[in-house]
């Protein structure tokens, strides 16, 4: 496999070196600091995988793979712990490594990538769902997620969940024509990202589309359009009321 790197610390760059250079599936084709030399040199090399940072001094590179399309290359962002990425990164479900880069990790990633080429092709669609999400950066205007099940990615309209429900680590997602979709992911992960657009964790189990609620029972559930019944915990009971009570 072909692999390009592109880092702008020199340190971590060295180090991505090194590792890759140990596995014998790999062979790195070349690396760049910033976008505008990536953007060169990534559609003449037709690498297979691009390690690539998140934040560089040319902006981020979730809008140079925007720009360049998709020629069949494997992604996997490498960032410092940011909490708007790793949720970008989770939306659009794609590999990605915490700095600083663990060598097992890595050396398992691109193992995986070798194996599961075809199933894990980068996806032009995951790329922009995962795109807007970080530039929102929680402002409420990401309008899509990226849900991912067994078989294949299924994209979603925000406007289309009514709630979702958490059980033992895993997320199921209720939205209208009766549709249903599990995920493995926990509901943590998806309650930042949702909450500016009109959703409210109601219950430790719950995460609620206000604009479905029908009723609210002072005896401690919500009523929503599908007449499914929701239970409200007593500690957020005050922050349902107030939510309420500003609903527009």
């Not at 940072?53 to 069949?72: A, P, V, Y």
């Not at 970008?88 to 700095?99: D, E």
């Not at 807007?132 to 990615?153: P, T």
Request: proline share 2%; glycine share 6%.
């Amino acid at each position: 496999m072909k692999l390009y790197i592109l880092e702008d610390e020199v340190r971590i760059l060295q180090h991505l070196l090194q590792v890759v250079q140990k596995n014998p599936n790999v062979q790195v084709v070349g690396h760049a600091a910033d976008n505008a030399t990536a953007a060169k040199e990534i559609p003449a090399l037709k690498p297979d995988i691009i390690l690539a940072d998140i934040r560089l001094k040319d902006g981020d590179s979730f809008r140079l793979f925007h720009e360049i399309g998709d020629t069949g290359f494997q992604v996997i962002f490498l960032t410092a712990y940011d909490q708007y990425a790793i949720q970008a990164l989770n939306m659009g479900a794609f590999g990605y490594l915490l700095k600083p880069i663990d060598e097992n990790a890595l050396s398992a990633m691109l193992d995986k990538c070798s194996q599961h080429r075809q199933q894990e092709q980068f996806d032009r669609q995951q790329l922009e769902i995962a795109r807007q999400h970080y530039g929102a950066q929680g402002a409420g205007n990401v309008k899509r997620l990226a849900l991912k099940r067994v078989e294949y990615m299924e994209i979603v309209s925000v406007e289309d969940i009514m709630y979702c429900k958490s059980d033992k680590g895993y997320t199921t997602f209720y939205l209208t024509g009766k549709r249903e979709i599990l995920v493995s992911k926990g509901l943590i992960e998806y309650e930042s990202i949702l909450g500016p657009a009109g959703f409210l964790r109601c219950h430790q189990s719950w995460l609620v589309n206000f604009q479905f609620v029908k009723k609210y029972y002072r005896e401690g559930y919500l009523q929503m359009e599908n007449n499914e019944q929701i239970p409200v915990s007593s500690r957020k009971r005050e922050e349902v009321l107030k939510f309420l009570e500003n609903i527009s």
